[in-house]
């Protein structure tokens, strides 16, 4: 079955600190993807990154960053120079593609508070 | 990519009652989903919709609880039965375009944040 684990419930950092967002993941398929949503207070879910799982190169967008390690089935999430913008929700979910394709599952979620 | 709607947005319900919550996308889809949110939780899938055919439900979900019709490619409904407050969640939809699972592209609607009294 597949599983994804983030350890950190709740962060709060000062405005242009930097954060990093843990996301552990258990899957049997080697062929999957991995995802992060933001949810702000409004409740949307906003669609950050999608990464398969042959695709370890590590991306950058803007402040935002993702380390996606095999190894250690990992997807962490950087965000450089925080804002208080990037207060929210943020969660990681696996899909695999063949056994239980298109199903989504969710980490529990890390709220994000950026302070001013 | 797909945009997805979903009416209503919101609503305020009385315990006993239903209420059907729509999903449109603007393009054909090949599979559609539902999500629960509870309060301060993580999102759960409900079942999948079936194009045709019944929805297949995930463990803890049940078609008399949550009857879902899929009458077509692009849109589907859930319904939400003989409410309690214990169902008072954010609902949504999620599609997945694409046939081909190289190009794994899902999307979610905005959500149905439903409240019952």
């Known amino acids: 079955a597949q599983k994804v684990t983030q350890a950190q419930t709740e962060i709060s950092v000062v405005e242009k600190e930097d954060v990093t967002l843990d996301c552990v993941y258990e899957?049997?398929?080697?062929?999957?993807?991995l995802f992060w949503y933001k949810q702000p207070p409004s409740g949307e879910l906003v669609f950050l990154i999608r990464?398969?799982?042959?695709?370890?190169q590590n991306e950058i967008s803007g402040r935002y960053s993702w380390n996606f390690q095999k190894s250690t089935s990992s997807f962490n999430f950087t965000i450089t120079a925080s804002q208080v913008v990037d207060s929210a929700v943020y969660f990681c979910?696996?899909?695999?593609?063949?056994?239980?394709?298109?199903?989504?599952?969710f980490g529990d979620g890390t709220t994000l508070t950026v302070k001013p | 990519s797909a945009v997805i709607s979903q009416k209503p947005s919101r609503d305020i319900c009385q315990r006993g009652t239903s209420l059907t919550i729509q999903c449109q996308v603007d393009?054909?889809?090949?599979?559609m989903f539902w999500y629960r949110q509870q309060p301060g939780q993580s999102l759960t899938l409900i079942a999948t919709?079936?194009?045709?055919?019944?929805?297949?439900?995930e463990s803890g979900f049940v078609i008399d609880k949550f009857p879902i019709s899929r009458p077509n490619l692009t849109f589907s409904t859930l319904t939400v039965s003989n409410m309690s407050p214990e169902d008072s969640s954010i609902y949504l939809c999620?599609?997945?375009?694409?046939?081909?699972?190289?190009?794994?592209?899902?999307?979610f609607g905005p959500g149905t944040r439903l409240t019952v009294t």
């Open positions: 979910a696996l899909s695999e593609v063949f056994t239980n394709a298109g199903k989504s599952t």
């Open positions: 919709a079936n194009q045709g055919s019944e929805a297949t439900y």
């Open positions: 899957t049997r398929d080697t062929t999957y993807y």
């Open positions: 999620s599609v997945l375009p694409g046939r081909d699972r190289s190009s794994y592209e899902q999307y």
């Open positions: 990464r398969n799982s042959f695709d370890e």
């Open positions: 393009s054909q889809v090949t599979m």
